[in-house]
């Protein structure tokens, strides 16, 4: 069952601008992941960021966590048109194993 | 890394027949494959967790005897869609767990007409 609800569920920004996706979760977490997807492709991993951890960076990408809120968000700066597709947080828990539950997903489009 | 290749990447098929998917893994060994389904505009929704010799798990809502899963070996796991009716049409992904993490593969489009 889905346990992530991200927001926003899709945004619309300008190239070069940045963009900031969360997501948030309920349950006690190992590692939380995000994944960009394209259009009717398979996923391809960004970032994981353990339980213990409030901050990573990957390039372009930034991912925070708060485990007390239960959230984390993906800002991904000096966006660029072949950044539009959809972007998911997963994450894997103490109750549910090695499965990964997905979030929402947030439709991100880059105007050129 | 790893690589998990899907095949078919898209399937049409008749109403009341039945279609396979295949997952390998090509330079690791998986013991858990899950499978998942996506939705148009959605999320991806796991259906079950296939392991190699056993019994695959199911989540609450996904019918076991319409979809079967085989994961004979620890390359392979298949999705067979049975008596497929359009309603089933939906995007299929499979992912396995290595040292790398998760890989996924790059999805069956199934459309039922």
């Known amino acids: 069952s889905q346990q992530g609800e991200e927001d926003p569920q899709a945004l619309s920004i300008q190239e070069g601008e940045n963009a900031t996706m969360n997501c948030s979760y309920k349950?006690?977490?190992?590692?939380l992941q995000w994944y960009r997807q394209n259009s009717g492709r398979g996923l391809v991993h960004l970032i994981l960021?353990?339980?213990?951890?409030r901050e990573k960076h990957s390039g372009r990408l930034r991912v925070t966590l708060d485990t007390s809120k239960k959230s984390s968000s993906l800002l991904i700066t000096a966006s660029r048109a072949a950044d539009t597709a959809s972007y998911f947080c997963?994450?894997?828990?103490?109750?549910?194993?090695?499965?990964?539950?997905f979030g929402e997903g947030t439709q991100l489009t880059v105007n050129p | 890394g790893a690589v998990v290749s899907q095949h078919p990447s898209r399937v049409i098929c008749k109403s009341g027949t039945s279609v396979k998917i295949e997952c390998r893994s090509l330079?690791?060994?998986?013991?858990?494959m899950f499978w998942y389904r996506q939705f148009p505009k959605q999320s991806l929704m796991l259906m079950a967790t296939?392991?190699?010799?056993?019994?695959?798990?199911?989540e609450q809502g996904v019918e076991k005897d319409k979809f079967l899963i085989n994961h004979a070996s620890l390359t392979l796991s298949t999705l067979t869609v049975t008596s497929a009716h359009p309603e089933d049409s939906s995007f299929y992904i499979c992912?396995?767990?290595?040292?790398?993490?998760?890989?996924f593969g790059s999805g069956t489009r199934l459309t039922v007409v």
């Open positions: 992912s396995a767990r290595s040292s790398h993490g998760y890989t």
């Open positions: 349950t006690s977490i190992n590692n």
């Open positions: 960021i353990r339980s213990n951890e």
């Open positions: 997963a994450t894997d828990g103490e109750t549910s194993g090695s499965r990964l539950t």
């Open positions: 330079d690791f060994q998986a013991t858990t």
């Open positions: 296939s392991n190699e010799g056993s019994k695959a798990t199911y």
